[in-house]
C-alpha cells in the first residue's frame, strides 16, 4: 500500500491560515488522497478528499501537486476548535471499497490564541 | 443527532473475560467499519460489511475477535477470552458507498481496558 509521510507536529496562531502538507511519492493513478482529524477523545471526522484536482468544501481546502506526489491541505482561519492530528491517507478501490484506510500517525496541530 | 453511536463508551474487564460492543451505523448506510486504535498510534482496520455479508478481514483480527452484522443494521464486536494486549479504543465507522467516492462518518469509540 502507498504511503504518506507528514510532519509530526505544527503550530498555527489563531485565525490564521495553516498549510498542512503531506507527501506521497509512490502514490499510484487510482489512489484518493483523505485528509480526516480526530479531536481529542473523538473518532476520526472526515474532512475532505480528492484524487487531481484541487477541492473545496467548508471545512477545509486541498490543494493537489501536478505530479500528485505531494498534497496540502488548507485550513484558511485556524481556530482553537481545529487543534487535532490531521491524517493523510490513501484510498484504492479494494473489493469496492475505500474505507481500509491506512493511517500514520499524522499531524499533531496546535493553535495558540 | 444521527451520528454513528457506540457502546458502552468505557469498558474496564478482567484477562480472560469476554466482552461485546455494539455500533449503531447512521440509518441508509449500508458499508461499516471496525478499526482499534492504541495511545498515540493511528486507527488500524479491522474488518468491513456491506450491508450483512462480511467481506474484509484484517490479520490483526485473530481468532478470539468476532463480528456481526445481523440484517445489515447496527454490528457487535465480540472479544473472547480477553488480554492486556486487547485494550484500545475500538471505533465503528459507517459509510454510503457511491461510486467511487467514499466517506466514513466514525463513532466515539469504546475504550477498554483489559486488568
Known amino acids: 500500500d502507498a504511503k504518506t509521510t507528514q510532519p509530526n507536529s505544527m503550530e498555527s496562531n489563531e485565525e490564521e491560515p495553516v498549510h498542512l502538507p503531506c507527501n506521497h511519492s509512490?502514490?499510484?493513478?487510482?489512489?484518493?488522497i483523505h485528509w480526516y482529524r480526530q479531536l481529542p477523545s473523538q473518532g476520526p471526522e472526515y474532512v475532505i478528499h480528492g484524487l487531481t484536482s484541487n477541492v473545496n468544501n467548508r471545512m477545509a481546502s486541498l490543494a493537489i501537486a501536478e505530479d500528485r506526489k505531494s498534497s496540502t491541505l488548507i485550513l484558511h482561519r485556524a481556530t482553537l476548535r481545529d487543534a487535532a492530528v490531521y491524517y493523510c491517507i490513501l484510498s484504492r478501490n479494494y473489493g469496492g471499497s475505500q474505507g481500509n484506510l491506512i493511517f500514520g500517525k499524522g499531524t499533531k496541530l496546535s493553535v495558540k490564541p | 443527532d444521527t451520528g454513528v453511536s457506540q457502546d458502552p463508551r468505557h469498558k474496564i474487564t478482567k484477562r480472560g473475560q469476554n466482552v461485546t460492543f455494539r455500533c449503531d451505523p447512521i440509518?441508509?448506510?449500508?458499508?461499516l467499519y471496525w478499526y482499534r486504535q492504541t495511545l498515540g498510534q493511528g486507527p488500524e482496520f479491522l474488518t468491513y460489511f456491506q450491508n450483512e455479508a462480511q467481506l474484509e478481514k484484517s490479520r490483526l483480527l485473530s481468532d478470539r475477535f468476532s463480528a456481526e452484522r445481523p440484517k445489515g443494521s447496527f454490528s457487535t464486536l465480540e472479544i473472547q477470552r480477553t488480554e492486556q494486549g486487547d485494550s484500545a479504543m475500538y471505533l465503528c465507522a459507517s459509510s454510503l458507498a457511491r461510486g467511487f467516492s467514499e466517506k466514513l462518518f466514525f463513532g466515539s469509540g469504546t475504550q477498554l481496558s483489559v486488568l
Open positions: 509512490t502514490i499510484s493513478g487510482t489512489d484518493y
Open positions: 440509518s441508509e448506510h449500508n458499508r
